[in-house]
């Protein structure tokens, strides 16, 4: 199975990107899929997770304002919907799947790099 994230760029404050999730697995039923983002000097951190059986959300209370997460079961890809974005939100985004119960993800994209300026 593969991950691959794509859609990131450089993007002035306030402005929009999606980023796109492309998943090679057969069935994502009993996954759970995810965003991180990791800012240079930082640790990486949760954005925002989707269950793929039921399309349960979860979102990091900093961004569930801004950030939106989809699915699309045919394309078999997940999206992050980022609006009103603040310089604050440039990091490297990777996405990533775990399986339902366990407690880490051990799938992880190359991540796409986001850029916001001033």
């Known amino acids: 199975v593969q991950l691959q994230a794509s859609g990131g760029g450089l993007v002035q404050a306030g402005g929009s990107l999606r980023l796109s999730c492309v998943t090679s697995a057969r069935t994502l039923s009993r996954y759970i899929v995810a965003w991180f983002r990791q800012s240079p000097g930082k640790e990486r951190e949760l954005v925002a997770t989707?269950?793929?059986?039921?399309?349960?959300?979860y979102y990091a209370d900093s961004m569930k304002e801004r950030f939106t997460i989809s699915k699309d079961n045919f394309k078999k890809t997940v999206y992050l919907q980022m609006n009103n974005l603040k310089p604050e939100d440039t990091a490297v985004y990777f996405c990533a799947v775990k399986a339902l119960g366990d407690a880490s993800y051990d799938l992880w994209g190359q991540g796409t790099l986001v850029t916001v300026s001033s």
């Open positions: 989707i269950r793929w059986g039921g399309g349960m959300t």
